[in-house]
């Protein structure tokens, strides 16, 4: 269900009426609940069990690393196998549980039916780690259960055929007569191999629950539904922004307010995402598409032209949703954190990654980053740590080389700017402009590997934009107009004018304009691309 | 992840209870309830008045023989206009699929043309048909089109061509693509062959429920080749790789305020037309239907629904069954036609409309199984103007 569709309409004016008609009751919560794994549904009813099962595993874990001790006492493995007595009875019942369960899975893994084996091997490995975890008492297994079970979830569905491909391309190319199977072949009862909507979203929201817990970030939530609501809170289930449990979860310890702004808010948000997505994303995508579908008919000109269109079309796509998601939020009364903050305005590339995607982006300094050791090394351990983060950043976006490569790019980038940019003479003496320009323009590069279909189109259009003629791009001046429009916008946001556009007559003349705009010319359209990572 | 856990920190105090404030966002479109509803009551003033200014502005010259142009079949806005224009009660509209509108003929060899011949008048019969028109969206043009209407002489044309396979009736499983898809009904009853989104579905609705939405498609429709002005920007033109030639195009400019006419001199259509020739130097010869019995056709229920919404309205309804071009159906194949065609008859003899079945008309009149020639059209007017019943109704 998209946010700028009828259907979500008609889902919103049965899920916002009957939350607030119960909200003196206990059901609100579980109404949310129900409604997001609705909405969720809505795309693929089977592939919900997904979200279920990482939820519920990731709270029974968190439950049970609340039953070990915080002090880690040494003890010897062969100790522990020859002494199974237990300090607490949850542990027990979890060792013993867990243990049936393996034996059970292993058992239908080895004798059950042929498709169900490999996937039934794995569960069954999984399952007996969760023993291990009980009988060691070790609140680091159970985290590594998280970590492994949400990244297997998220490298099956997203990785896998990626990596296959890749291997039997390696084993090919040596000549070894062996071919790995398609992931598919590994569905269990014939479920089609898809891309989960919004897998890489779910999975790390409530995989930063399991480390903020282990790290005492945060308190164990003891309310399966409230903790099922903040994994899957339909406004940003699909595509972010990525939550914090410390920032979301206390959001859903009571009903939130009923305010008159939350509503105004809400409607003024959404109603700037939904002109982002269909009167601008929409637009440019046709422009875009055109000229990256056939690189090879188009001249210099219009290449670069098509890579700069995507690079709003992709903000205005993205931070549209974002701004629908925070606004249907608002609505109900929740606040979701800022996700975009005019990137194009960047005056560095370390800006540039503080102010797009910032959920995603703190979310790999918090968890990728700084575990590596952040900026507390030496120089190349920092610039190693750097690199590695935007290569993993890359990987998140996509099984293709090209996600590989533009995150390697980002990463480079921000290698060899990281010391200029801290310079005086970049501070002070570079115009605020040519330093928004060279980071747009250097965001543009990149963004060519983003959106190229396979690594050699990307190269292609590299080495085009370098070799080929130029031609009329034949860009339509209305997209130009309306691109020119908006960075207009932004920039007087930015600057000292800003007041004029707070004016009441200017708020109330840009939301009558867009909204005429909408009907006008909008000509609906297809999902968002941030719904494929 | 080697580091010692520490004991559980304090979760802020402002985060514990509540919704945390977060910076609203990074643009001023931030409207409180008083600027909404200015904006709102703006809205609703520009969409309630803009369809209805249009009206009065747009230059829009029918006359006799006028026919909704081929191009804009899908303008339900214009035809709705075109409605409201024909404001004299004693006029009769002609309503039914591309039989009334003339799929091979010129608009002054149309049957209501010859029927206006025949009563010596130049337009007391209006050439109500819509080109790729069926019973089902029939249904939808009367509904949210046609409200004009109301207390009116109505000839309606019933078209057994839809029932001649489950798949011209629309009663098949597997997806189809048909004309007029958002007038037939969404949702209920369900038509199994339209496979469209739910979001289709609904826009259908809305549009049809909202003027202005079907201004907006008027506007698109009669201006920028059906197309949303930002599709037409970028049009694409002939050659590799293609040119686009409306991309330094003002779209405003394309707004002429005048709606567009039929060509003149129609070369696919009309009496020097290649297509205008009879059925059998077509190429095509006697064939077997796969007719539906009216029990489960689908088309026969959504000309039902027609039927029932024009004498809600209070309507005076003369049905006109055909003319079918028997002379196609193979011999062995009459029966169960036959059999259709006394039933159809017989069920709105039963609900006390009067109705016409004209005998068929000479083969070589034909141009396929349903549409007649210039010369079919003549006869078949002539033939109903003679008709006992016919003059009855329009006597009455």
Same mark, same amino acid.
Request: contains cysteine; aromatic residues 12%.
């Given at each position: 269900m998209l946010f700028h569709t009828w259907p979500f309409l008609i889902f919103l004016l049965i899920v916002v009426p009957v939350f607030f008609a119960l909200?003196?009751?206990?059901?609100w919560l579980p109404w949310l609940t129900i409604a997001s794994y609705f909405f969720y549904g809505w795309w693929n009813p089977y592939y919900l069990s997904l979200v279920v099962y990482s939820t519920v595993l990731d709270f029974c874990l968190v439950a049970l690393m609340d039953h070990c001790p915080r002090t880690t006492e040494k003890l010897s493995f062969w100790a522990r196998l020859s002494r199974p007595r237990f300090a607490d009875p949850v542990l027990k019942l979890a060792f013993l549980g867990s243990l049936g369960l393996a034996v059970c899975i292993l058992a239908l893994a080895f004798f059950g039916p042929r498709t169900l084996r490999p996937a039934m091997g794995l569960l069954g490995a999984l399952v007996l780690l969760m023993a291990a975890g009980a009988l060691y008492s070790s609140r680091r297994i159970w985290l590594l259960i998280s970590l492994i079970n949400n990244l297997a979830l998220l490298v099956f569905f997203k990785y896998a055929r990626f990596l296959v491909e890749n291997v039997n391309s390696l084993l090919a190319w040596l000549h070894v007569p062996f071919k790995a199977s398609d992931p598919?072949?590994?569905?269990?009862?014939?479920f089609q191999y898809l891309l989960p909507v919004g897998i890489s979203f779910f999975t790390f929201q409530s995989l930063s629950y399991t480390i903020d817990f282990y790290f005492g970030k945060v308190y164990r939530e003891r309310n399966f539904l409230r903790f099922a609501t903040f994994v899957c809170?339909?406004?940003?289930?699909? *595509?972010?922004?990525?939550?914090r449990a410390r920032h979301l979860?206390?959001?859903?310890?009571q009903f939130p307010p009923i305010r008159l702004q939350n509503f105004t808010d809400g409607a003024s948000l959404f109603l700037v995402g939904l002109f982002k997505k269909l009167a601008l994303a929409n637009y440019l995508s046709f422009y875009v598409e055109r000229v990256y579908d056939s690189p090879?008919?188009?001249?210099a000109s219009s290449l670069i032209v098509a890579t700069v269109a995507f690079a709003w079309q992709i903000f205005f796509d993205f931070s549209g949703y974002t701004d629908m998601a925070r606004g249907v939020a608002k609505l109900l009364g929740f606040n979701l954190i800022l996700n975009?903050?005019?990137?194009?305005? *960047?005056?560095g590339l370390s800006e540039f990654w503080g102010r797009w995607h910032i959920s995603l982006s703190s979310w790999f300094r918090d968890y990728v980053y700084i575990p590596l050791g952040g900026n507390r090394g030496r120089l190349w351990q920092t610039y190693r740590n750097l690199f590695i983060t935007f290569f993993i950043s890359g990987i998140w976006h996509g099984a293709n080389w090209t996600f590989v490569i533009w995150g390697a790019l980002h990463g480079l980038g921000v290698l060899l700017t990281r010391e200029l940019e801290r310079s005086t003479f970049y501070v002070e003496r570079v115009p605020r402009l040519v330093k928004q320009a060279g980071v747009f323009l250097f965001v543009c590069f990149t963004w060519i590997f983003f959106r190229a279909e396979s690594l050699s189109d990307a190269l292609l259009i590299v080495r085009r934009i370098f070799t080929a003629a130029w031609s009329?791009?034949?860009?339509p001046l209305l997209m130009v107009g309306v691109v020119a429009l908006v960075w207009f916008y932004q920039m007087l946001y930015e600057s000292r004018f800003r007041e004029l556009l707070a004016a009441g007559v200017v708020r109330v003349g840009v939301a009558v304009f867009m909204v005429l705009y909408l009907c006008l010319c909008s000509s609906g359209g297809g999902a968002f691309i941030y719904f494929q990572f | 992840m080697s580091a010692p856990a520490p004991a559980p920190t304090a979760i802020p105090p402002a985060a514990s209870v509540g919704s945390p404030e977060v910076p609203?966002?990074?643009?001023?479109m931030r409207l409180n309830g008083r600027q909404w509803l200015i904006a709102l009551s703006i809205i609703a003033c520009l969409t309630w008045l803009t369809p209805r200014f249009w009206e009065k502005c747009e230059e829009f010259s029918t006359g006799? &023989?006028?026919?909704?142009p081929y191009d804009l079949s899908k303008d339900y806005w214009l035809y709705a206009r075109r409605l409201r224009q024909e404001? &004299?009660?004693?006029k009769i509209l002609l309503l039914g699929d591309s039989v009334v509108w003339g799929e091979y003929v010129l608009p002054d060899g149309t049957l209501s043309h010859f029927l206006n011949q025949q009563a010596g008048t130049?337009?007391?019969?209006?050439?109500?048909g819509l080109n790729g028109l069926f019973p089902l969206a029939e249904e939808g043009l009367v509904n949210y089109?046609?409200?004009?209407?109301?207390h009116r002489k109505v000839l309606l044309e019933c078209n057994v061509l839809w029932m001649t396979s489950p798949k011209a009736d629309l009663s098949t499983d597997k997806e189809e693509q048909f004309n007029h898809?958002?007038?037939?009904?969404q949702f209920f009853p369900?038509?199994?062959?339209?496979?469209?989104?739910a979001n289709e579905r609904l826009s259908a609705i809305i549009e049809n429920h909202f003027d202005f939405f079907a201004w907006i498609g008027h506007v698109q429709n009669d201006y920028f080749g059906q197309r949303s002005i930002l599709n037409w920007t970028l049009e694409e033109g002939e050659g590799y790789p293609p040119r686009y030639p409306?991309?330094?195009?003002?779209?405003?400019?394309?707004?002429?305020?005048r709606v567009p006419s039929a060509?003149? &001199?129609?070369?696919?259509?009309?009496?020097?037309?290649?297509?205008?020739?009879?059925w059998s130097e077509a190429g095509q010869g006697p064939t077997r239907f796969d007719w539906v019995p009216l029990e489960s056709s689908l088309q026969w229920r959504g000309f039902q629904s027609v039927l029932k919404i024009l004498r809600e309205r209070g309507n005076d309804v003369l049905v006109v069954l055909?003319?079918?071009?028997?002379?196609?159906?193979a011999e062995d194949n009459r029966a169960p036609y036959r059999q259709l065609h006394d039933g159809i008859l017989s069920r709105l003899r039963q609900n006390g409309i009067p109705s016409i079945a004209p005998e068929p008309l000479?083969?070589?009149?034909?141009? &396929?199984?349903?549409h007649p020639l210039t010369k079919g059209y003549e006869l078949l007017a002539r033939k109903l103007y003679a008709d006992e019943t016919f003059q009855r109704w329009l006597t009455r």
């Open positions: 909200r003196n009751t206990r059901l598919s072949s590994l569905m269990p009862f014939g809170f339909f406004p940003q289930l699909m *595509a972010g922004p990525i939550e979860l206390p959001q859903f310890n090879r008919a188009y001249g975009f903050n005019n990137p194009y305005l *960047a005056t009329d791009p034949q860009v | 609203f966002g990074v643009n001023e006799p &023989d006028y026919r909704i404001r &004299d009660p004693a130049a337009d007391r019969f209006i050439n109500g089109y046609s409200r004009e209407l109301r898809s958002r007038l037939i009904p369900k038509i199994p062959c339209y496979k469209a989104a409306n991309v330094y195009k003002n779209p405003i400019s394309q707004i002429t305020c060509p003149v &001199d129609d070369p696919q259509r009309g009496p020097r037309s290649p297509r205008h020739r009879p055909g003319p079918f071009n028997e002379h196609m159906i000479p083969s070589e009149l034909y141009a &396929d199984a349903s």
